[in-house]
């Protein structure tokens, strides 16, 4: 278990946004932690889109989010949704699979552009004895 915060007190982390972070065989998914810090009006939310990209369906089933594609940040307490990232039975490799977030930020013109890149490795199951699906909590967004 470990966390990252991509954005905290509405600074972006850059340098954790660049990186490509590593999800090994035993690790199904990636929990994400939001929450919308700004105080305003209820009339200007932070609105998100989000899409997913994979550059491999030989290695990985098909990543999914449970969370619409658009919608608001939450205001009033932090709130999770998970990136599950599964491996194909039978197959060795990586695959890299891409989250591309839009947040506006303050208005409808002001775009925060956010690309967060996950390698999940994949590990033929008759190699190994035991695997935990265990989450990995380490993204945090709070804008």
Do not use: Q
């Not at 090994?24 to 932070?46: A, G, M, Q, R």
Request: hydrophobic fraction near 40%.
């Amino acid at each position: 278990d470990g966390e990252l915060f991509y954005i905290r007190n509405g600074h972006v982390n850059w340098m954790a946004v660049r990186y490509s972070l590593i999800i090994p065989e035993n690790i199904d998914h990636v929990l994400f932690v939001w929450l919308d810090k700004k105080l305003n009006s209820p009339t200007l939310p932070t609105l998100y889109s989000m899409h997913l990209y994979t550059n491999d369906f030989h290695i990985i089933n098909s990543p999914e989010i449970n969370l619409s594609e658009m919608g608001k940040l939450p205001v009033l307490e932090e709130e999770e949704f998970k990136l599950k990232i599964t491996c194909k039975e039978k197959i060795t490799g990586s695959s890299t699979v891409e989250l591309h977030m839009n947040l506006s930020v303050d208005d409808s013109e002001t775009l925060l552009e956010l690309k967060f890149s996950f390698t999940k490795m994949c590990m033929d199951s008759s190699y190994i004895e035991e695997i935990n699906r265990d989450a990995i909590k380490l993204v945090n967004i709070l804008v």
